[in-house]
């Protein structure tokens, strides 16, 4: 069977692409080992505590409550639940990383969202 240029530029660039897949996986290990040994070394040339553990024991939490109302999942299209989802996810890992937490709550939990949740972020329900 003839194949165009084309097609058999994009086979060839697929051979390469596959070829190189080991190399790639290597090179993403060394550059991986080298950013742990980088942030290893400046622990401990930096004694001082700026790591995140440290931070978290000085954190007072705040009387504030925040609660997120889950109960309209159902009017909203998947796009939307997607992007709720996503946002809940990030007000979340802000709080926790707050000097001043504040309670946070999701309440009628259910539906699309809660779906989505379980497929995307098995997670979540280590959330406290």
């Not at 086979?11 to 596959?18: A, D, G, Y």
């Not at 004694?47 to 009387?63: A, F, L, Q």
């Not at 009628?108 to 949740?117: F, I, T, V």
Request: glycine share 4%.
């Amino acid at each position: 069977e003839l194949m165009s240029k084309r097609q058999r530029k994009k086979l060839l660039k697929q051979k390469q692409w596959e070829e190189q897949k080991d190399l790639r996986r290597q090179k993403r290990k060394e550059k991986r080992q080298k950013r742990k040994l980088e942030r290893q070394s400046k622990l401990d040339s930096n004694n001082e505590g700026n790591d995140r553990k440290r931070m978290r024991r000085e954190v007072v939490p705040s009387t504030l409550r925040l609660i997120v109302d889950c109960s309209f999942d159902d009017l909203m299209v998947l796009k939307d639940v997607k992007k709720l989802h996503k946002q809940i996810q990030r007000c979340y890992a802000e709080n926790r990383k707050a000097f001043h937490p504040v309670q946070f709550y999701l309440t009628s939990h259910g539906g699309q969202l809660k779906s989505n949740m379980n497929e995307n972020d098995k997670g979540w329900v280590n959330w406290k």
